[in-house]
């Protein structure tokens, strides 16, 4: 029988062949497929082990910006409390407390000074102890995935690169002392002028209170408002009223008296139809008119904040002061010739004088219409050319010096009259000069002591910003792992086939892998510094008075680290809001102010607080950045691997020695936990805050010998294995 066949060629026989082939070649496909993926597996261990090696840096990381944020945190409690002392100093109500104040600042100077260094020497320890951390978390790792149905028997180790950190540099600021020494020298002199400048500034304000309410304040009971009010209808804005003396000025009172007697001057009428009430008139419009002149012409008010110089010119208030005044001098009252009678002639007794002794005599009168003057007006002289030619008086207006006189004697001398209480402002204005005098010397020697201090205050905030905790830990480049699975594994796996070899098994297989950090541009880590901070605030406790506020201020603080310079701001305000500052030399409240401003000219801003998250590299990325022999060795194995792989085992086995001394060499004696360091905030009788970190798990669970098993057990299956694939 022939096999069948067409007219194209077809056979039964090449269609067995072909079906036999495909068969064949599909079998042997997934056979070499199934073998790949299993040998691929143990890459996929390596990149976790890896990972799980670098994670330990970042976690590291996280800690070294712990031991930072309290560094930071201290410098800025310390140096805001220092300023809330200066502050304090320049008040005598805060005086007792700035002293307190200063103390706890030099106290969390101190402390700061000491955390400092002991987390120094504590991350020192930590980060020479990372290598072992890394390669005990990736041997756990790679633990973790034996026990499945394909018996793997994963051990894994990781480097670090560089294996060795830099030496941790941890500086402190040295302006901070600087200013502790100035404040200890200029402290007790700022106190005393301070406390001058508050009694003189006292004594002032008590002078601007009685003008005020001699001027205003005491309306509706007679002041110099109610008197320009009642007595000729001063109203609006020439006789203004102020219902508090923080609005009110000597200004105000001066222009009120100037309006008054300009008004007084145009409004005011005789008492009565007498000629002796018409006199008495007539005078005291000469009275306003010399008033009027006087307050415009002499009369001023010159105030700022810083000085204040005033005249409220003195009104006569008898015949004494009159005479001194151009009231006396003016010529301005008329005289005229008027017959004089009983005036006996020159060398005649005394008697009755005759008909024919009657004399003509110059007359001074108070004005010109007085109906005493039967003569014409010869010339107009003065109060005092009448005294001096001892002139007769008028009989009918009865015109004297002491006629004006008693003008203003009367409103003077009572409550009652305008001129009363002007002289009560013009005196306290008076008063109220010198003790702003006395006040001004005081107060600018505080102001001068105190601006240097804060200049100080101000450096030593943009050191201590600048001068902080800095690390370049191990693992800083990157972290590789070395991976190898020694389960034995049949290489038919339950797919046994007539088609591909089934016998045999698959034997160890290895990978090595690498991972770095990369910022990864989330809040995670602002998050995790928070809730460690947050813990560090919980354990401050609550104290009152000067601790409380320094307490107070280092809470905020601890916020600086990731929120910038409005958390230290907050505490500020904060402090200034628990300090009676308020005094009446108002040095106080400039005080806060330049403390205020000190902290906007320090420009803290938040730190970089992003996570680091490890991400898988190349190796050859990560080794290339090490300039040690892991970095050239591990180059150099990957290139002879590819080349020549029975002659790299010395080399790669080499490496791991090293590896194995470093990640060793400084675990020795590590409990459970590591103790960073301690926060002694108010000195060494104060609360301390004990700063710690756990083991990782698998740390505790790897000791040194078990973590040198792993390394022989690694170097023995890659001495073994001669055929392996190429390290990826």
């Known amino acids: 029988m022939r096999p069948f066949r067409d007219e194209k060629g077809f056979t039964t026989t090449s269609m067995v062949l072909s079906m036999l082939i495909t068969l064949a070649l599909v079998f042997t496909a997934a056979q070499v497929y199934r073998v790949n993926s299993v040998a691929a597996e143990v890459q996929d261990v390596a990149d976790a082990a890896a990972l799980a090696a670098e994670n330990q840096v970042a976690e590291f990381m996280i800690v070294a910006r712990f031991c930072d944020a309290v560094v930071l945190s201290l410098s800025l409690a310390g140096l805001t409390a220092c300023g809330l002392g200066i502050a304090a100093l320049c008040t005598p109500a805060t005086a007792e407390l700035s002293e307190k104040l200063i103390e706890a600042g030099k106290n969390l100077i101190d402390a700061r000074d000491k955390f400092s260094d002991r987390s120094k020497r504590a991350l020192d320890k930590l980060q020479r102890a990372l290598p072992f951390f890394a390669a005990a978390c990736a041997a756990g790792v790679s633990a973790a995935n034996n026990g ?230 010869t010339v107009y002289n003065s109060i005092a050319y009448m005294e001096s030619a001892n002139l007769p008086t008028c009989p009918v207006c009865g015109f004297t010096a002491a006629s ?124 995790v510094l928070n809730s460690a901070l947050d813990g560090l605030r919980e354990n401050g406790g609550v104290a009152v008075g000067a601790f409380g506020i320094v307490l107070d201020v280092w809470s905020n603080a601890l916020s600086a680290y990731s929120n910038g310079i409005g958390a230290v701001t907050g505490g500020v305000e904060s402090g200034l809001n628990s300090l009676p500052l308020v005094g009446a030399s108002g040095l106080g409240t400039w005080a806060a102010d330049k403390l205020r401003g000190a902290l906007d000219d ?49 080399l790669f086995s080499a490496l791991l020695t090293d590896a194995e001394r470093t990640a060793i060499e400084q675990v020795s004696g590590l409990g459970d936990e590591i103790e960073i360091a301690s926060i002694e905030l108010l000195g060494d009788g104060g609360p301390s805050i004990p700063i710690t970190i756990p083991l990782p798990d698998k740390v505790k669970q790897y000791g040194i010998g078990v973590l040198q098993g792993l390394f022989d057990r690694i170097r023995a299956y890659h001495a073994e294995t001669t055929e392996v694939r190429a390290w990826e």
């Open 404 to 527: 004006m006189g008693k003008v203003a004697a009367a409103s003077t001398s009572i409550d009652n009259g305008f001129e009363y209480h002007y002289e009560a402002v013009a005196r306290a204005a008076f008063d109220y000069q010198v003790a702003r005098e006395r006040a001004d010397g005081p107060k600018a020697a505080v102001k001068g002591e105190a601006e240097g201090l804060f200049g100080k205050l101000v450096e030593a905030f943009k050191e201590s910003i600048d001068k902080r905790i800095e690390v370049a830990p191990p693992g800083r480049f990157g972290a590789i792992s070395f991976v190898v699975n020694a389960g034995d594994v049949p290489v038919a796996g339950g797919f046994a086939n007539g088609f591909a070899t089934s016998g045999g098994s698959i034997g160890p297989r290895a990978a090595i892998s690498a991972a770095t950090l990369i910022d990864e541009g989330s809040d995670e880590g602002r998050t």
């Open 148 to 377: 499945d149905s394909a018996g793997s028997n994963y051990i894994g180790v990781g480097l670090l690169v560089p294996s060795k950190g830099e030496p941790i540099v941890a500086d402190v600021s040295g302006a901070a002392d600087e200013l502790l020494g100035e404040i200890d020298s200029k402290a007790d002199d700022i106190r005393e002028k301070a406390r001058e400048a508050e009694e003189a500034s006292q004594k002032a304000n008590a002078a601007k209170m009685e003008a005020f309410l001699r001027d205003c304040g005491d309306n509706p009971a007679y002041c110099m408002y109610e008197r320009a009010a009642t007595l000729i209808g001063m109203s609006g804005s020439r006789n203004p009223l102020y219902s508090s003396v923080d609005a009110w000025s000597f200004s105000v009172a001066l222009a009120r008296a100037q309006n008054y007697y300009v008004d007084r001057y145009e409004k005011d009428e005789a008492t009565g139809g007498t000629p002796e009430d018409i006199a008495r008139w007539h005078l005291r419009l000469d009275f306003y008119k010399y008033a009027d002149d006087l307050l415009h012409r002499e009369g001023y008010v010159h105030e700022t904040g810083d000085s204040f110089q005033a005249n409220f010119p003195h009104l006569p208030s008898n015949t004494d002061e009159m005479r001194q005044t151009s009231l006396y001098t003016s010529a301005v009252y008329p005289i005229t010739e008027e017959p004089v009678s009983g005036v006996a002639p020159d060398g005649a007794a005394g008697g009755e004088a005759a008909p024919d002794d009657t004399e003509v005599m110059p007359v001074m009168h108070a004005w010109a219409g007085c109906p005493g003057a039967t003569g014409p007006v």
């Open 602 to 650: 320090v420009g803290l801003q938040p730190a970089k607080l992003e996570a680091l998250k490890p991400v898988l590299v190349n190796s050859s990325h990560v080794a290339a950045k090490d300039d040690g022999r892991l970095g050239s060795g591990l180059t150099a194995v990957k290139q002879q691997v590819l080349a020549h792989p029975l002659y790299s085992t010395d």
